[in-house]
């Protein structure tokens, strides 16, 4: 189980994560989405214990009770690989161009589970047959250039699975990858994570796969988690404004045909993100927000209960 | 892909050179150490390729006994301040924080000290040889390597493999040992291909000033140094000597930059 409790990552005066406080029970299937620089990496991170050497954190985080906050490198060595794992976006720059890809994958067997070569070879391969790898025997001695870019995301993947971990965070798996190739990556971590009664943070800003993958979702804007709630209900019926405009630009699939040669505009969110260091003090959504009140730039507003879903917008107060 | 000239030209020179030092193991035209003084000074022929030195001794014999020892000196050098350099270079560049800042001020400090002076100083304390040789050139080559060694490191650390590897659980050394090392071997093989021709350079200078090998043990460097008061009766005896200098340092410095500029795509795309 992972506990954060008002987690925040900083560097300087600029707020990556602000104050997020969030319970991962093992099983739970977690989708993070928002747009780049949203915080939602710096939140997986996090959990990695891979926060950037240059940020201050502060805030608490507890794995299976055992408090993280401030933990060394040493600590989080035991911790990865076991309690957690992380799947890269980037399948290409994610493995050694120079390694064979099952030494890779090997590896925190070798280290973790005190295996032999052999026996981490053995179960390399079983992990490479768990994740759909086509022809596992001859892939294990491939290198990363000789093979597609859904496959180095079965290597990538496998190699999270190696030692069974409770906790496994996807940071936007299927981006790089080609469009038909995504579904399968999807349901496949969601179904592992299914098998195995593993958590999985999955985090993208493709919202038809976290839909797919996920039981949760948690909205972030700015560093901050603006909601929260079952999956199905966020996304049909979205509390906060942000949400709303997020779901609100996704391109039609099939758009209107052109009009006088012109095509339909795709929907947006009026404005851009700010930078990280000059975001407002209160709501982070705040300049860009469509039903803004007049103290949404300076006062932060709370997580609000909406009935077993959460989400933190001035504009609720009393009305929802 | 068109292969840069200096490559090609260091890479036959090298050949010359390192064919001459292994056919010596084997086989050299007559004894290097026979002493013949009824023939000394003998001109070019047949039997004496490049003619007879001022004891007689067969100068081809000689140059390619030389050629063994020079390369022998150099390649022991170079891999003994090649390795510590480059564990030192890795291990800074994985610590990073006050290590690194140590390893790299006295690696400076070690730039600083000029080798011959620390070749001198290790002869005045333990007597000449080719050992003491060795060690010197290969101090000189710790820092050299060292540098190298962590600014490639330093970038390789930078890699999102790396940082898989540290997500599956690796410590830094394991991650040294198998994601920097493999992926840092470029310039640090570029860097010891040059720095081979240094030592060969280096040695020659040591064994000239007699704190190299010893007699009667031949090396370029000491036949040059005993050319020297024979300048004006056989200056030939100084002459091949210093041309065979010349061509291995000039063989592995142009191999050492060709390589560096197949290897380095920055360097490609310049020219």
């Known amino acids: 189980m992972f506990e954060l409790d008002q987690l925040s990552v900083s560097f300087g005066t600029a707020t990556a994560l602000r104050e997020a406080t969030l319970t991962i029970r093992p099983g739970d299937r977690l989708g993070v989405v928002g747009e780049s620089g949203s915080g939602k990496t710096m939140l997986g991170l996090s959990l990695m214990g891979m926060a950037p050497d240059a940020a201050q954190v502060t805030g608490r ?16 060595q035991r911790l990865r690989a076991r309690k957690v794992a992380m799947i890269f976006q980037e399948p290409m720059s994610a493995l050694n161009p120079l390694r064979r890809v099952g030494d890779t994958v090997a590896d925190p067997l070798r280290i973790h ?16 047959r768990e994740v759909g790898m086509p022809d596992p025997e001859a892939r294990l001695r491939q290198f990363p250039h000789e093979m597609s870019g859904g496959q180095r995301q079965r290597v990538l993947i496998a190699l999270a699975l190696a030692c ?3 906790l496994l965070i996807a940071d936007e798996p299927t981006t790089a990858l080609d469009a038909n190739i995504r579904l399968r990556i999807t349901d496949l971590l969601a179904r592992l994570a299914d098998q195995r009664g593993m958590a999985l943070l999955f985090i993208s800003h493709d919202l038809a796969a976290v839909a797919r993958a996920t039981t949760e979702i948690a909205v972030m804007y700015g560093g901050d988690i603006v909601e929260r709630g079952a999956t199905p209900a966020v996304l049909k019926d979205p509390a906060h404004p942000y949400t709303r405009g997020l779901l609100g630009a996704r391109p039609d ?68 | 892909m068109k292969l840069p000239v200096n490559l090609l030209i260091g890479a036959v020179l090298v050949a010359l050179v390192l064919g001459a030092a292994a056919l010596s193991l084997l086989w050299t035209p007559h004894d290097f150490t026979q002493l013949n003084v009824r023939n000394k000074f003998a001109a070019p022929d047949a039997t004496y390729w490049l003619g007879t030195d001022q004891l007689g001794r067969d100068l081809v014999s000689q140059l390619t006994a030389g050629a063994r020892n020079s390369m022998a000196v150099a390649l022991a050098a170079v891999l003994l301040g090649g390795s510590i350099g480059t564990a030192l270079g890795l291990l800074a560049a994985a610590i990073g924080g006050w290590v690194e800042d140590l390893v790299m001020r006295i690696a400076d400090i070690g730039f600083a000290f000029p080798a011959l002076l620390f ?29 190298v060694a962590r600014a490639a490191a330093n970038q390789v650390w930078t890699r999102e493999y790396v ?109």
Not at chain 2, 120 to 143: H, K
Not at chain 2, 229 to 249: D, S
Request: with cysteine; hydrophobic share 50%; aromatic share 6%.
């Open chain 2, 163 to 271: 940082a898989a590897a540290r997500a599956a659980g690796l410590n830094r050394f394991a991650i040294s040992k198998d994601h920097i090392l493999p992926n840092i071997a470029a310039p640090v093989i570029v860097q010891a291909t040059i720095e081979f021709a240094v030592a060969i350079l280096a040695e020659a200078a040591l064994s000239y000033l007699g704190l190299g090998a010893q007699p009667p043990s031949p090396t370029w460097g000491r036949m040059l140094s005993e050319a020297q008061t024979l300048m004006y009766q056989a200056p030939q005896l100084a002459v091949y000597p210093g041309l065979c200098i010349v061509a291995a340092v000039m063989g592995f410095g142009l191999l050492g930059d060709g390589l560096r500029d197949v290897t380095d795509p920055r360097l490609v795309r310049e020219r």
């Open chain 2, 119 to 147: 070749a001198i100083m290790l002869a005045a304390v333990f007597g000449p040889s080719l050992t003491n040789a060795v060690l010197a050139i290969a101090f000189i080559n710790i820092p050299v390597f060292a540098r």
């Open chain 1, 61 to 76: 985080l507890t794995v299976d009770g055992q408090e993280m906050t401030g933990a060394g490198e040493a600590d989080w």
């Open chain 1, 113 to 128: 589970m005190g295996l032999s070569a052999a026996e981490a070879d053995a179960r390399a391969l079983d992990l490479f």
């Open chain 1, 253 to 320: 699939p099939a758009p209107q045909p052109r009009r006088n040669g012109k095509r339909p505009r795709l929907p947006t969110i009026p404005g851009t993100v700010p930078a990280l260091g000059d975001l407002a003090p209160g709501c982070r959504f705040s300049g860009r927000c469509p039903v803004e009140l007049a103290h949404c730039a300076t006062v932060r507003p709370e997580m609000r209960d909406l009935g077993g879903r959460f989400a933190a917008c001035h504009a609720l107060e009393g009305g929802a």
């Open chain 1, 164 to 166: 069974d971990p409770a």
